[in-house]
């Protein structure tokens, strides 16, 4: 290979780290890759590193030690976030969104793969400090959600299912009550899907009374799974009183009239509880 | 802000355009993003297009005229998709995969971000010339990749639940008879979860006999859309007389014995017949 000029080591540069997220690069595979000197690299990651902050483009950290090297963080910045959520509760607010029964119609964005990339990045930047090992959702609609998430942390997602499937070999199963149905539904999850001891972030895409929340929560234990936090894209205002005390969440549903077609959502204010368990 | 050097706005250009594959940029956008000329970025792009050519990181493609401006195209080059299904087939092959009844145990696989944003890329180089406007799979397991295929794609995501839910509004609902478990079974899309005449490509994650991808296809007919390819992760070889006769696999399980705990699997050899409908 001829040799490449620091221009052309930049764009390889760049598309790696960003194609990967949270991936560990050492110093020599980009060396190898690229076919320069690990010190030539190590300055070519210095002007990546002070573009991307520039940009807003997310963060690149060192990694020191024999085991080190590069990642790139998929962080965003606080004012981004902000705009872009207004933005989202701006969307969610709009009145055709109403469908019988006083529930959103929300697929259209939340399958929508600019978004979601958006919004798995900020529940990264939420949680990044808590390292979780898997990212767990319960089917259906917070699976493209979770699976966005889970690429910006780059750890594997595991999905509850609604009933144990003849596919996965054995299972454990827990009853709960869905808040929006007040019925006693069962979620289960293959027994090899989660190693038992593992660190968890759950992610999913609304919650109301907290009950299908606390029915994964109460799923983990018996995978002895530490809960590190809990995300969902929207939050009911009403009932306050959720199952689950500590989560965060992107928006809050303030009121929603069916009769009126008024829907009132607005990005989510942390209050002072931490959100992190 | 300071004017940036060509380094700095490599950087720039590789990482907006990686991280927003499909996506259409024109030159005055990146023009304002990097505050240089419209002619300079050019003169960049040229740079960025050569260098991903070169490390096979996908294709920049130019659109010529006033609405134009460049697109990421995250291709893959045939001999290293090549690689990575045979490392793919190995995986699934592992002995200890086997569940009770003669299934695959896969999840652990195609849930994991790094595998499944390769394979997303894979079925956009395989079906990048269709063009579709949605990308469509049916719950539960094929989500993931169905999601990563919509990326690259930068396309929505369309959900086929298997039952009617509630908070979609009016749905279509349709029988099929899936041969896994030759049972008659129900699949559902909400009425606005598509408009009428949509260009569709459908994605999921395996298939036998090929009923629910056929019953796929007949919802698809009920909202008029024309389904432009079929795409799965692991196709049976048995039986070879399938219910749908365009798709195209990745792999391809040509025998698996419960008892010997054996299984065979290999990437998929395209026959003659186009699998683009």
């Not at 018996?222 to 005390?245: S, Y």
């Amino acid at each position: 290979m001829e040799k490449l000029k620091r221009t052309d080591r930049l764009v390889v540069l760049s598309t790696l780290l960003t194609k990967n997220p949270n991936a560990l690069f050492s110093l020599s595979d980009l060396a190898t890759i690229t076919g320069a000197a690990k010190s030539t690299i190590s300055e070519d990651l210095t002007i990546v590193k002070e573009v991307f902050s520039l940009f807003s483009l997310g963060e690149l950290s060192s990694i020191a030690g024999a085991a080190g090297g590069v990642v790139y963080k998929p962080v965003e910045h606080e004012e981004a976030t902000g705009e872009f959520l207004e933005k989202l509760a701006e969307r969610f607010s709009e009145p055709d969104r109403i469908v019988p029964g006083g529930f959103i119609y929300m697929t259209d964005v939340i399958y929508d793969p600019r978004i979601i990339s958006r919004i798995g990045e900020i529940f990264f930047t939420k949680f990044c400090a808590c390292s979780p090992d898997y990212i767990v959702t319960v089917e259906t609609k917070g699976i493209p959600i979770a699976m966005m998430t889970a690429r910006s942390f780059n750890v594997p997602l595991v999905i509850i299912r609604d009933s144990g499937r003849v596919t996965e070999g054995t299972s454990v199963s827990i009853n709960y009550v869905s808040g929006s149905s007040q019925r006693i539904q069962t979620m289960s999850l293959s027994r090899r899907a989660l190693p038992t001891g593992a660190k968890v972030l759950i992610i999913d895409d609304f919650m109301k009374g907290g009950g299908t929340a606390q029915g994964m929560h109460n799923l983990m234990k018996e995978f002895n799974a530490e809960v590190l936090g809990t995300g969902v894209v929207i939050a009911t205002r009403e009932p306050q009183d959720k199952l689950i005390k500590d989560y965060y969440a992107l928006l809050e549903l303030i009121s929603i009239h069916e009769l009126s077609k008024n829907i009132l959502i607005k990005p989510f204010i942390e209050n002072k509880e931490t959100f992190l368990k």
